[in-house]
């Protein structure tokens, strides 16, 4: 008698979680698997057959010049975004925190690209940064400089994308470190400058560095992750050029997949991303991880 409630309450708790469990498993677990399989085939949207070919895409991946350029591309614009929104989103938020009124709407100010559609945020960057009617150009004119074409040179297309990707994601960091500052009692900063730490820099590398550690690891693995997936402004901006300028991952596995129809090369394509990503959480586990304060 007494196994009974205890089954009835398992049971209720399996039909509980099975719509998510079901969720889960169509909408992640089996596209995901189906992707990993199409990679080792030749499969074309549209053809009556399909074949296993193996390692043949990847193959193909290894001699492909434009497969590099987007890696490259890629790898290049994480090492822009990812370290500058990161740095100044922190300081951004330790002068906002510092602060004696403003802060709700400081915060709002820099979160609202964050809350904006990408589209219409990339549209708006397509008019600031146009080379003749484009008011960024018409300020450097007015002040005796000479513009660029932000978007269409070579030489600062991807520069200009990492500005763009630096603008969205600082608002969203920002708010996730003063999250983790407010979680830092006040008391032991009062405590340290009682101990003999009169300097605001040694109290922040002893006492708040350390216990922003589990805030700052989401941080920078959010980041990363962001920044690896871009594609919004480059699909709405430059489409990958001029020249491949500025393709990246994303984009490659997109115009593969949906404009060549090569559904089996994309998919190799997005197994390359998803080893990327694993190897940015092993990179998080294994390192930075060890470096966090909880507490």
Request: charged residues 15%.
């Amino acid at each position: 008698m007494r196994g009974r409630p205890g089954r009835a309450e398992a049971l209720a708790g399996i039909l509980l979680s099975l719509p998510a469990g079901l969720s889960y498993l169509l909408l992640l677990l089996m596209p995901t698997l189906a992707a990993v399989l199409l990679a080792f085939t030749d499969y074309e949207l549209g053809a009556p057959t399909i074949a296993w070919i193996g390692l043949g895409n990847f193959e193909e991946l290894l001699e492909d010049p434009g497969f590099r350029v987007s890696l490259r591309n890629t790898l290049v614009y994480v090492g822009i975004v990812a370290p500058v929104s990161i740095a100044g989103a922190l300081g951004l938020a330790l002068l906002i925190e510092s602060a004696a009124r403003g802060r709700t709407l400081f915060r709002a100010v820099f979160f609202l690209p964050v809350v904006s559609l990408p589209v219409a945020m990339a549209t708006a960057w397509q008019y600031l940064l146009h080379p003749t009617i484009g008011p960024v150009n018409a300020f450097l004119r007015d002040i005796g400089l000479s513009g660029p074409a932000w978007l269409t040179s070579s030489d600062t297309v991807l520069l200009s994308l990492a500005f763009i990707g630096i603008w969205e994601a600082i608002g969203f960091n920002l708010v996730l470190f003063m999250a983790g500052l407010t979680a830092i009692p006040r008391e032991l900063h009062h405590a340290a400058e009682v101990d003999g730490v009169p300097s605001a820099w040694e109290r922040f590398r002893l006492v708040t560095w350390p216990l922003l550690g589990p805030t700052t690891l989401f941080v920078v693995t959010i980041t990363l992750i962001r920044a690896v997936r871009t594609f919004d402004s480059v699909a709405v901006l430059t489409q990958g050029g001029p020249n491949r300028a500025s393709e990246v991952l994303l984009y490659t596995m997109y115009t593969e997949g949906f404009t060549f129809f090569r559904l089996g090369y994309s998919a190799a394509i997005t197994l390359v991303f998803l080893v990327i990503v694993l190897a940015l959480m092993l990179l998080q586990t294994r390192v930075l991880d060890r470096r966090v304060h909880y507490g």
